[in-house]
């Protein structure tokens, strides 16, 4: 059984920068950021490849949020700049085998979350 724990999640400013964190059990699985506000589906927000030549984003977070994975602790982070109010959420971690994948079904294992809130 994989674990995933989440990490690094807070209340801050719009325009402030977060960085999360993923602690997985095994380090040879692709992973996925996900988010969930209240009310909402879970979304997909980012994922890198299990080698880590690979990642993928979704069009609300493009060119503010990075994601990155060091093997060696074997943790992938997200790195969220220029944040804003709509970013407010739970945010997941999640960890498959094979390709990214953007759909919440395709992740067989699943973090706790971390809430962040982004405040006007």
């Known amino acids: 059984q994989v674990q995933l724990v989440e990490s690094g999640g807070g209340l801050v400013q719009a325009g402030d920068s977060l960085r999360l964190s993923c602690a997985a059990s095994?380090?040879?699985?692709?992973m996925g950021w996900f988010r969930q506000a209240p009310g909402k589906e879970r979304e997909f927000v980012a994922g890198i490849r299990w080698s880590g030549d690979s990642t993928y984003y979704s069009d609300s977070v493009k060119g503010r949020f990075t994601i990155s994975r060091d093997n060696a602790k074997n943790t992938v982070y997200l790195q969220m700049n220029n944040l804003k109010p709509e970013d407010t959420a739970v945010y997941y971690c999640?960890?498959?085998?094979?390709?990214?994948?953007?759909?919440?079904?395709?992740?067989?294992?699943w973090g706790q979350g971390t809430q962040v809130t982004v405040s006007s």
């Open positions: 999640g960890a498959k085998a094979g390709e990214i994948s953007r759909l919440v079904y395709g992740y067989n294992y």
């Open positions: 095994e380090r040879t699985l692709t």
